[in-house]
Antibody, heavy 121, light 107 residues
Framework: QVQLQESGPGLVKPSGTLSLTCAVS?????????WSWIRQPPGKGLEWIGE???????NYNPSLESRVTISVDKSKNQFSLKLSSVTAADTAVYYC??????????????WGQGTMVTVSS | EIVMTQSPATLSVSPGERATLSCRAS??????LAWYQQKPGQAPRLLIY???TRATGIPARFSGSGSGTEFTLTISSLQSEDFAVYYC?????????FGQGTKVEVK
């Protein structure tokens, strides 16, 4: 059974870069799926940040595209998020998730537990 | 960007009753619509995809319907574990977008 686990600093200074990694276990990141980052500010809804395929192809949310980089490391079976020039508005729980594309692509069927990132000096 | 609008924001229902949640897309998403359940402190869980297909392990009391711009999630008989926040999400276009959520609470 595929599982996802986020890791990274829980506190980032304003104007700094948020860096998170999602480790994939129980399956290969090179499977026919897209791997996403989604965030949720405290008490608010869900925002899709972007996704990556094992080939390195990416799609980003235009609202964040200028600050986001998602990369994949197939040798470690993991993918990563970098968000630059962060402000307090980037404070959120960050989730990694799998968008199932085993057949036709559909929803996010597997999620990590989420990691809280606070932007503060 | 496709805007997803959910109604109502909060739904008060008694255990055993039926709950009907609505989701509207600002433009057609065909049947590329998913529903998620989120409980406090937990990640969302996929309930429905393709507007009406239950995900693995999801009880039959959850059903989805609709296509184009209007969608509905129905919980036929609410159990105690069903009180949560529910989100719809379209995956027809980029960026993938979510509704703002409907909280189902105990009446």
């Amino acid at each position: 059974q595929v599982q996802l686990q986020e890791s990274g600093p829980g506190l980032v200074k304003p104007s700094g870069t948020l860096s998170l990694t999602c480790a994939v276990s129980g399956g290969s990141i090179s499977s026919r799926n897209w791997w996403s980052w989604i965030r949720q500010p405290p008490g608010k809804g869900l925002e899709w940040i972007g996704e990556i395929y094992h080939s390195g192809s990416t799609n980003y949310n235009p609202s964040l595209e200028s600050r986001v980089t998602i990369s994949v490391d197939k040798s470690k079976n993991q993918f990563s998020l970098k968000l630059s020039s962060v402000t307090a508005a980037d404070t959120a729980v960050y989730y990694c998730a799998r968008r199932n594309c085993a057949g036709d692509c559909y929803g996010f069927d597997i999620w990590g537990q989420g990691t809280m990132v606070t932007v503060s000096s | 960007e496709i805007v997803m609008t959910q109604s109502p924001a909060t739904l008060s229902v008694s255990p055993g009753e039926r709950a009907t949640l609505s989701c509207r897309a600002s433009q057609s998403v065909s049947s590329n619509l998913a529903w998620y359940q989120q409980k406090p402190g937990q990640a969302p869980r996929l309930l429905i995809y393709g507007a009406s297909t239950r995900a693995t392990g999801i009880p039959a009391r959850f059903s989805g319907s609709g296509s184009g711009t209007e969608f509905t999630l129905t919980i036929s008989s609410l159990q105690s574990e069903d009180f949560a926040v529910y989100y719809c999400q379209q995956y027809n276009n980029w960026p993938k977008t979510f509704g703002q959520g409907t909280k189902v609470e105990v009446k």
